[in-house]
C-alpha cells in the first residue's frame, strides 16, 4: 500500500451543498427558512472546519478514470481500463479540511429546480455557501499495487480540470470545484 499526500488548490470557486437536516418552522416561509437554514449545506467537522467528503474524493477520482478511459488515453490490455481500479483500490480515511469555518463562506442565491432535477419544473430560490479561494492537502491511499504513479498523477489531474468537487461541478455540467495539483508526494 502507497499512501499520496497531495496538495491542492481551487481554479474555480468551491461550493457544497449537502441536504438539510433541520425542517422548517410551521410560521416560516420559504426564503424565511433559506436563509436561516444555509450553513447546513456544509460539512463541518467537531472543531466547526469545513472539510471536503471523502466518498466525493473517491468517486470523482473513479469518474475520472473512467473519462479517461473512453477516450482511449488510459488502456490497459485490449479494452479494459484503469476505471475500476480507480473505483476499488483507492481508500480516503478522512475528508481534507479546508482550513475554513462558516464565516469564511459567502452565500450565493441560485433559481434552481425545487427538486434539483434539470427541467422538471417548478424553480426556487436557494442560498449556498461559496468559498472563492481554497486549498486542501489530501490524502489518498492507494491500496491497488498496480496502479502506476504516472496513470494515478494523470487521473487526478482530469478529476481537478474535468470532473470537479462539490455543487455544480464541471461532471454536472457546471463551472465550480475545479482545482489544481499544486504538489504531490506517494511514498
Not at 416560516?28 to 472539510?51: C, I, M, N
Not at 485490449?78 to 483507492?90: D, E, M, P, V, Y
Amino acid at each position: 500500500m502507497r499512501t499520496a499526500t497531495i496538495q491542492i488548490e481551487g481554479l474555480t470557486p468551491y461550493s457544497q451543498s449537502r441536504a438539510y437536516q433541520t425542517e422548517k418552522n410551521d410560521n416560516e416561509t420559504h426564503d424565511d427558512f433559506d436563509k436561516r437554514a444555509w450553513p447546513q449545506h456544509l460539512h463541518v467537522d467537531d472543531k466547526g472546519e469545513v472539510f471536503i467528503p471523502a466518498v466525493s474524493i473517491l468517486q470523482g477520482l473513479a469518474a475520472a478514470a473512467s473519462y479517461l478511459g473512453k477516450g482511449g488515453d488510459l488502456k490497459k490490455k485490449g479494452s479494459s481500463t484503469w476505471a475500476q481500479n480507480f473505483n476499488c483500490g483507492l481508500a480516503v480515511a478522512r475528508g481534507p479540511s479546508l482550513g475554513k469555518t462558516q464565516t469564511d463562506a459567502r452565500t450565493e442565491r441560485v433559481y434552481c429546480n425545487s427538486d434539483g432535477k434539470r427541467g422538471s419544473g417548478k424553480r426556487v430560490w436557494r442560498t449556498f455557501p461559496i468559498f472563492d479561494q481554497w486549498a486542501s492537502t489530501l490524502t489518498i491511499h492507494i491500496l491497488d499495487d498496480t496502479i502506476p504513479e504516472t496513470i494515478f498523477a494523470k487521473v487526478l489531474e482530469a478529476f481537478g480540470l474535468f470532473i470537479g468537487i462539490g455543487r455544480y461541478r464541471p461532471q454536472n455540467g457546471g463551472y465550480l470545484g475545479r482545482f489544481t495539483v499544486k504538489k504531490m508526494e506517494i511514498n
